[in-house]
């Protein structure tokens, strides 16, 4: 089969759109606190008495603490917010992209079923659907599978396919492997450095990612994963004359090169977007 359309269209929208305090101040004291006590009382016999020295006896501690609350403690430094270890943005303003995250070592672990989740999520957004179905219509032009025929039926047989592959390789890829060998499925964008050198990171995350634990391992889930995708789509529900060992790996070649593509795009995004934003603006 031809590599997929959309690893293309990937790779020509990166390549034609990147180039190389104030304090508080504290309150004055109480003025009441510093009121002038009356003189003692003396009585016939010369004898000095304190007036209320017997009925009202000052309270050690109170005596001690200065006047007003100057010397209150300080308010504990608040903690920093709880981070939930997904992202809500979205590639090119509509794909969903739940699993991409700035580069830091501080974002909890992903639990199985989250993994599942978010995966689920990502696949059956509507954006997702057309998506699917751009692919599947620059395949039927390009009559990428001639046994899958023209016209409605034809574009159905891509559009089942394409869908198909996604959602196991995504599956495959970005919950199934990850849980069984607890791995961590999400991007850490670096976001800083030249365009060579984070695009090299971007294709590395091919091979290398992270435990659930944080660590660095090879990346089994993305290898093992797409390899067993491809080979599930391809003996069960592609042609019968594409089911074969140099079709199936063909897929897989295909679905990694698609992958270090849309590593790519999430790497760059950030960068794209500001692009945009900025033409508006002018």
């Given at each position: 089969?031809?590599?997929r ?9 990166l390549?034609?759109c990147?180039?190389?305090g104030?304090r508080a101040?504290q309150k004055p ?11 003692p ?5 010369g004898?000095?008495a304190q007036?209320g020295?017997a009925t009202?006896?000052?309270d050690?501690k109170s005596?001690a603490?200065?006047?007003?609350a100057a ?11 709880a981070?939930s270890?997904t992202?809500?943005?979205?590639l ?15 974002l909890p672990?992903l639990?199985?079923?989250?993994k599942f989740?978010?995966v689920a ?6 954006a997702?659907?057309v998506?699917?179905?751009l692919?599947?219509g620059i ?6 599978e ?8 034809g574009?159905g ?7 198909g592959d996604?959602?196991?390789e995504n ?5 199934v ?6 791995q961590?499925p ?9 365009f060579?050198?984070r695009?090299?990171?971007?294709a590395?995350?091919?091979f290398?990612?992270?435990s ?6 090879f990346?089994y889930?993305?290898?093992?994963g797409?390899a067993m995708?491809?080979?599930?789509s391809t003996?069960?529900y592609h042609p019968q004359?594409?089911?074969?060992l ?5 897929v897989?070649?295909?679905?990694i090169?698609s ?5 790519m795009l999430k ?8 692009k945009?934003?900025k033409?508006q603006a002018?």
């Amino acid at each position: 089969m031809k590599p997929r359309a959309g690893t293309l269209v990937l790779c020509a929208i990166l390549c034609l759109c990147l180039s190389p305090g104030v304090r508080a101040q504290q309150k004055p004291a109480d003025s009441q606190a510093a009121k002038e006590q009356k003189p003692p009382a003396v009585d016939q016999n010369g004898a000095g008495a304190q007036s209320g020295a017997a009925t009202a006896p000052q309270d050690p501690k109170s005596a001690a603490a200065p006047s007003g609350a100057a010397c209150a403690a300080p308010a504990a430094p608040s903690a920093p917010p709880a981070q939930s270890g997904t992202s809500n943005e979205r590639l090119l303003f509509a794909l969903p992209n739940y699993l991409t995250v700035e580069g830091t070592s501080h974002l909890p672990p992903l639990t199985a079923g989250e993994k599942f989740k978010l995966v689920a999520r990502g696949m059956f957004d509507p954006a997702e659907f057309v998506w699917v179905g751009l692919i599947a219509g620059i395949g039927q032009a390009s009559d990428s599978e001639p046994s899958y025929g023209q016209g409605a039926a034809g574009y159905g047989r891509r559009y089942g396919t394409t869908f198909g592959d996604t959602l196991i390789e995504n599956f495959m890829v970005g919950a199934v492997l990850p849980s069984l060998l607890r791995q961590d499925p999400r991007y850490y964008r670096m976001g800083k450095g030249g365009f060579f050198h984070r695009a090299g990171y971007a294709a590395g995350r091919i091979f290398a990612t992270r435990s659930d634990s944080g660590g660095k391992q090879f990346n089994y889930s993305e290898i093992f994963g797409s390899a067993m995708a491809a080979g599930i789509s391809t003996y069960s529900y592609h042609p019968q004359s594409d089911r074969n060992l140099g079709n199936a790996a063909s897929v897989w070649g295909t679905q990694i090169a698609s992958d270090v593509a849309s590593a790519m795009l999430k790497e760059f995004w950030p960068d794209l977007r500001k692009k945009a934003h900025k033409k508006q603006a002018t």
